[in-house]
């Protein structure tokens, strides 16, 4: 059942837990994430990113993630994650997504209010959400303190552009972590408090089930995650390749080893969003 981000975050707010956005980028990550989802009868967001065109086109798998989102057991958003061109969201619009993303966190903020505010009123033509990022989080192992999200910017910013959702930096990164986060909770609460919208939290992958928890009753209902699922798959494909040895391996193959890896990561993520 294909639905918007605010009816799968009315969800999540009502039951006090968070929805996993998890991106896919293969028709495995599809099938994974909305399996595991189905499982546990749990709303869902299958995500996007403009990045992963590297791997596949949005004009290829976008209107397959819609199909599937339509014909799913569960309430499915399909969303557009980190758009940074705004003739990109409207691309995704015309595909039946119902959710974007546009991400002016690296522009000052005027600027990013005033293309945040386009985008809305893109998503608001199509009855879609509009989620937007304010802050930016650091890559590769490191964080910025002084990138932050400010709470009283916070709450300028959602009263300027009328956004459903704001993604924050708090602590999170995007990729692998190679030190143990430390994440600002009380940051996470006053925002949620000044904006009176649901907070997102990117790079959601190698936080700790305890942390996780602890971020949801603050407000965070959207959880982005990708990087631990896509090296959960590859890592079941390498160790059945070395079991293979000297043994023919077949592609067919390889995409189920991945496939099921990565349900089961994603499987043992909303388990933890929900509170199951």
Request: with cysteine; proline share 2%; charged share 25%.
């Given at each position: 059942?294909l639905?918007?981000?605010?009816?799968?975050l009315?969800?999540a707010e009502?039951?006090?837990?968070?929805i996993?956005?998890f991106?896919v980028?293969?028709?495995?990550?599809?099938?994974?994430?909305?399996?595991?989802?189905?499982?546990?009868k749990?709303p869902?967001?299958?995500?996007f990113?403009?990045?992963h065109e590297?791997?596949?086109s949005?004009?290829?798998?976008?209107?397959?993630m819609?199909?599937?989102?339509?014909?799913?057991?569960?309430?499915?958003?399909?969303?557009?994650?980190?758009?940074e061109?705004?003739?990109?969201?409207q691309?995704?619009?015309?595909?039946?997504f119902?959710?974007?993303?546009y991400?002016?966190?690296?522009l000052?903020?005027?600027q990013?209010v005033?293309?945040?505010?386009?985008?809305?009123e893109?998503?608001?033509?199509?009855?879609?959400?509009?989620?937007?990022?304010?802050?930016?989080?650091?890559?590769n192992?490191?964080t910025?303190?002084?990138r932050?999200?400010n709470?009283?910017?916070?709450?300028?910013?959602?009263?300027?552009?009328?956004?459903?959702?704001?993604?924050?930096?708090f602590?999170t990164?995007?990729?692998?972590?190679?030190?143990e986060?430390?994440?600002?909770?009380?940051?996470?609460s006053?925002?949620?408090?000044?904006?009176?919208?649901?907070?997102?939290m990117?790079g959601g992958?190698?936080?700790?089930d305890?942390?996780f928890?602890?971020?949801?009753r603050r407000g965070v209902?959207?959880?982005?995650?990708?990087?631990?699922s896509?090296?959960?798959?590859g890592?079941?494909?390498k160790?059945?390749?070395l079991?293979?040895e000297?043994?023919?391996?077949?592609?067919?193959?390889v995409?189920v080893?991945?496939?099921e890896?990565?349900?089961?990561d994603?499987?043992?993520?909303?388990?933890v969003?929900s509170?199951?």
């Amino acid at each position: 059942m294909l639905v918007t981000m605010n009816r799968v975050l009315e969800y999540a707010e009502s039951y006090g837990q968070a929805i996993g956005a998890f991106n896919v980028c293969t028709l495995e990550g599809i099938q994974a994430t909305l399996e595991a989802a189905e499982e546990l009868k749990q709303p869902v967001i299958i995500q996007f990113v403009e990045l992963h065109e590297a791997y596949i086109s949005l004009d290829v798998i976008g209107p397959i993630m819609v199909m599937m989102a339509e014909k799913a057991n569960v309430p499915v958003c399909v969303h557009l994650d980190h758009g940074e061109k705004l003739d990109y969201l409207q691309k995704a619009l015309d595909m039946g997504f119902t959710s974007i993303m546009y991400d002016g966190s690296m522009l000052d903020f005027d600027q990013n209010v005033a293309n945040t505010r386009i985008a809305v009123e893109m998503a608001a033509r199509y009855g879609a959400s509009a989620e937007a990022e304010l802050g930016a989080m650091g890559g590769n192992g490191s964080t910025d303190e002084d990138r932050y999200t400010n709470p009283d910017e916070a709450k300028s910013f959602v009263e300027l552009t009328g956004i459903n959702a704001l993604a924050c930096s708090f602590g999170t990164i995007h990729g692998l972590y190679f030190a143990e986060p430390k994440l600002d909770f009380d940051r996470i609460s006053d925002i949620r408090q000044k904006t009176g919208i649901p907070v997102v939290m990117h790079g959601g992958s190698g936080v700790s089930d305890k942390d996780f928890r602890e971020c949801i009753r603050r407000g965070v209902r959207k959880i982005n995650y990708y990087t631990y699922s896509a090296k959960a798959g590859g890592e079941a494909v390498k160790k059945q390749c070395l079991k293979a040895e000297n043994e023919f391996v077949y592609y067919h193959d390889v995409a189920v080893w991945g496939r099921e890896a990565i349900k089961a990561d994603v499987l043992a993520a909303m388990k933890v969003f929900s509170g199951k």
